[in-house]
Nanobody
Framework: QVQLVESGGGSVQAGGSLRLSCAAS????????MGWFRQAPGKERRFVAA????????MYADSVNGRFTISRDNVRNTVYLQMNNLEPEDTAVYYC???????????????WGQGTQVTVSS
């Protein structure tokens, strides 16, 4: 079992940047695939990015590709989401999650953090 705690959310203007962090504890962090998801008010939770156990070959949703970067530090047991050139449409609660498989479907992720709010104003 792994516990996940996100941080780094906040309010920024369009074009700004934020860096989200997700600290893991419990089970061996390096054995899990890590993903970031987001949920806007009234909408389903959606895939944002995922990274393999080694940190290689990240994948991104089309809406964030080229603006967001996912990375992980298996020594610090932390996964990051660097978000640049933010848009109002990026406003959502952002969640990190862990999984045994490299997937984009949130229903396939087993462990979740509590989420951190990101608000982008125009």
């Amino acid at each position: 079992q792994v516990q996940l705690v996100e941080s780094g959310g906040g309010s920024v203007q369009a074009g700004g940047s934020l860096r989200l962090s997700c600290a893991a504890s419990g089970d061996t962090f390096s054995t899990y695939v890590m993903g970031w998801f987001r949920q806007a008010p009234g909408k389903e939770r959606r895939f944002v990015a995922a990274v393999t156990r080694s940190g290689h070959t990240p994948m991104y949703a089309d809406s964030v590709n080229g603006r967001f970067t996912i990375s992980r530090d298996n020594v610090r047991n932390t996964v990051y989401l660097q978000m640049n050139n933010l848009e109002p449409e990026d406003t959502a609660v952002y969640y990190c999650a862990s999984n045994n498989y490299y997937r984009t479907d949130p229903s396939e992720y087993r462990y979740w953090g509590q989420g951190t709010q990101v608000t982008v104003s125009s």
